[in-house]
């Protein structure tokens, strides 16, 4: 049973940091790149951060970089992201996603975890 796990989020004042954390199983992990979204309420679900399956590429979303790093450990089936520097327009659910490095339709989505900035 493939499952996604996403868990770190909560609530954070502004310039604060939070790492989010999304374990994976029922899959092999190294095969799949991972990614990070957010929806806002009313807003579309958008791109955060994205890592390869190795690990030695990552992009980010311009309106996160400098602030949120992606990283994964293949050992421990887990993909993080590190928010730093918050601002209230961070504030989102955030999903991990799995998506198969060759079979782009294979992919998986975890169930979201709330992250909201506010002093």
């Known amino acids: 049973q493939v499952q996604l796990v996403e868990s770190g989020g909560g609530l954070a004042q502004p310039g604060g940091s939070l790492r989010l954390s999304c374990a994976a199983s029922?899959?092999?992990?190294?095969?799949?790149?991972m990614s990070w979204y957010r929806q806002a309420p009313g807003k579309e679900r958008e791109l955060v951060a994205a890592?390869?399956?190795?690990?030695?590429?990552?992009n980010y979303a311009d309106s996160v970089k400098g602030r949120f790093t992606i990283s994964r450990d293949n050992a421990k089936n887990t993909v993080y992201l590190q928010m730093n520097s918050l601002k209230p327009e961070d504030t989102a659910v955030y999903y991990c996603?799995?998506?198969?490095?060759?079979?782009?339709?294979?992919?998986?989505w975890g169930q979201g975890t709330q992250v909201t900035v506010s002093s």
């Open positions: 996603k799995a998506v198969h490095s060759w079979i782009a339709t294979i992919n998986y």
């Open positions: 029922g899959f092999t992990f190294s095969f799949y790149a």
């Open positions: 890592i390869a399956s190795a690990g030695d590429s990552t």
